[in-house]
């Protein structure tokens, strides 16, 4: 059993940068593959980044590849989402989700447990 806590949402201005964590308690935090997710109102929840179990490995939506950088530290049962050059169409209600199969998977369904996200909003 993993829960998840994100926080670091806020308003910020076009332009500007962020970084959300996710902090898990569990002791099986370090054996999950870690996502974040987003969803805007009125559109589907989407994938954002993912990154393997031992932190070695990382994908991303075309949309935040090279802006957005996914880390984590297992020691701190933490994963972190740096946004650096966020627009407006960023602004979505961040979530962090977990699961325990191995390889990375981009759809909702593949997904264990999840947060109960952060919003973050950008303004022009």
């Known amino acids: 059993q993993v829960q998840l806590v994100e926080s670091g949402g806020g308003l910020v201005q076009a332009g500007g940068s962020l970084r959300l964590s996710c902090a898990a308690s569990?002791?099986?935090?370090?054996?999950?593959?870690m996502a974040w997710f987003r969803q805007a109102p009125g559109k589907e929840r989407e994938f954002v980044a993912v990154i393997s179990w031992s932190g070695g490995s990382t994908y991303y939506a075309d949309s935040v590849k090279s802006r957005f950088t996914i880390s984590r530290d297992n020691g701190k049962n933490t994963v972190y989402l740096q946004m650096n050059s966020l627009k407006r169409e960023d602004t979505a209600v961040y979530y962090c989700a977990a699961s325990g199969s191995s390889g990375f998977q981009t759809t909702p369904d593949a997904y264990d447990y999840w947060g109960q996200g952060t919003q973050v909003t950008v303004s022009s």
């Open positions: 569990g002791r099986s935090f370090s054996t999950h593959v």
